[in-house]
């Protein structure tokens, strides 16, 4: 497996150009037969690579892929870094070698094949195109230490963004990022434990980087990238600091909770003093949206007076 994602890699890397390379040159180029090329296209395409293929001229890359720098990832983040080419999904990855692992330690891939978002619903991950991290940590206190932990990532998220000089960028509870008014990013927090001994949770992170026409068309929401931003951020530097961020954040909310964090998600909200509505099973909630309580509960001004919200079945849609 590893010698034919090397294969793959020198191919994008020749084709990285923009031009068009023919199937000879690349042959000659990595050794391997006419054949051998056509088949590495053909399973590139497989995962996602978007490749013009011209009679005459040969392939091109369609778009930009982002791809991690292993090396300098690794050298940068002290804790332990797991970089995979395809594995079904980073989350499955961290809770399946839990026991092995201290908090801060992450696993990254350029593909998953079972990538997953809020509520069982896919995330779309073609290869190279965007960022799938997932990041271990233990609450000693158990579950309920964990109330409000999306939140906190969320605002990790737009620290880091902020830092690399993005503009534009805005949080909906409970965890979605947005640039622009469109979604950016998710979060997908996945817990193992007890209530109220040791539990090991994972923190999985979806952003885009360079969306293509093709997983576009998968897509049912506004969404938004990178790619049209004047200076597109580093795919290798924005992991080293969203490590580093995220570490920072979950050690001071462990220790005093999601106050601190109060004033850095109102901040970012998009929602804040607009007419909403909850959505909660089959029941449909209007309001005012007053940002989040100190337990990370929806705040709504209701024609019953401030009522506060909270649960993983709640959907927050905006008014008209």
């Known amino acids: 497996m590893v010698e034919q994602w090397s294969r793959k890699r020198e191919i994008l890397s020749e084709l990285a150009s923009g031009k068009f390379v023919s199937g000879e040159a690349l042959a000659s180029i990595l050794g391997v037969s006419r054949t051998a090329?056509?088949?590495?296209?053909?399973?590139l395409e497989e995962y996602g690579v978007d490749i013009y293929s011209v009679k005459g001229k040969g392939y091109r890359l369609n778009g930009t892929l982002s791809l991690v720098d292993?090396?300098?990832?690794?050298?940068?983040?002290?804790n332990r870094c797991f970089y995979f080419d395809e594995i079904p999904s980073t989350n499955a990855f961290i809770l399946k070698h839990a026991e092995d692992l201290v908090s801060g330690d992450i696993c990254i891939?350029?593909?998953?094949?079972?990538g997953r978002g809020r509520r069982g619903r896919v995330w779309v991950s073609?290869?190279?195109c965007h960022l799938y991290f997932s990041m271990y940590w233990q609450f000693p206190q158990g579950m309920a230490q964990a109330m409000g932990l999306s939140l906190v990532v969320a605002c990790s998220i737009v620290s880091v963004l902020q830092q690399l000089d993005v503009e534009g960028v805005g949080v909906k509870w409970p965890n979605d990022i947005y640039l622009n008014s469109k979604k950016l990013a998710g979060v997908l927090i996945e817990l193992s434990g007890h209530t109220d001994s040791e539990c090991n949770l994972v923190i999985g992170i979806g952003l885009n980087m360079a969306m293509g026409e093709q997983h576009a068309a998968k897509i049912d929401q506004p969404w938004s990238d990178l790619t049209g931003l004047e200076c597109v951020p580093d795919k290798t530097e924005l992991l080293v600091l969203?490590?580093?961020?995220?570490?920072?954040?979950?050690?001071l909310f462990q220790k005093s909770g999601l106050k601190p964090?109060?004033?850095?998600?109102s901040a970012a909200d998009i929602f804040e003093g607009q007419p909403v509505k909850l959505l909660i099973g089959s029941d449909e909630i209007h309001g005012i949206y007053r940002g989040i309580d100190e337990q990370g509960a929806v705040v709504l001004e209701t024609a019953s007076g401030k009522q506060s919200f909270i649960g993983g079945e709640i959907s927050l849609r905006k008014l008209g």
Not at 70 to 78: C, D, H, Q, T, W
């Open 37 to 43: 090329i056509s088949n590495h296209i053909a399973a």
């Open 70 to 78: 292993e090396s300098v990832l690794k050298a940068r983040i002290s």
């Open 109 to 114: 891939a350029e593909y998953q094949s079972a």
């Open 126 to 128: 073609p290869y190279g």
């Open 242 to 251: 969203l490590q580093r961020q995220l570490q920072l954040d979950l050690t």
């Open 261 to 265: 964090f109060q004033q850095r998600w």
